[in-house]
């Protein structure tokens, strides 16, 4: 598998300063997807936590969780049932769910994004959801 990652300046424009850094729990299975995601995430400011499933991102949240982004489909927990215990401890989190797969059965409160999802598309959707608080 080949992937480019391409930056360009004016993605620089999408870059949003906030008072503090705004904290993002990516939970993604697939390690290249998720290190990958994580270091666009980065370069647009963002400061990111890593989680390789539902179990796992549940052992990481605390609240200085400001956006929850997580792969729908995963071993152990997917990514439903992960937004859907987080809503139990903060009613409020901001959560994104991501898939690749088109068939996928979500509650329609739950935001959903069709993977690929482009860098700069994803920024401006996270700091629209993030602006929205």
């Known amino acids: 598998m080949v992937v480019k990652i391409c930056f ?45 499933n539902g179990f796992d991102a549940l052992q990481l949240f605390d609240e200085t969780i400001d956006l929850v982004l997580t792969d729908i489909v ?25 898939t690749g797969f088109s068939n996928v059965n979500v509650p329609e409160d739950i935001e959903v994004l069709q993977k690929p999802v482009g860098g700069k598309k994803l920024a401006t959707i996270l700091n629209e959801r993030l602006a929205a608080a």
């Open 74 to 98: 995963m071993p152990k927990m997917d990514g439903i049932e992960l937004i859907l215990e987080l809503q139990k401890k903060d009613p409020d989190l901001k959560c994104i769910a991501i």
């Open 8 to 52: 360009c300046r004016k993605s620089e424009n999408l870059i949003v300063k906030y008072k503090e850094k705004k904290r993002i729990l990516l939970v993604e299975d697939d390690d290249m997807l998720r290190e990958i995601t994580a270091l666009i995430l980065r370069k647009f400011q963002f400061d990111v936590l890593e989680a390789v």
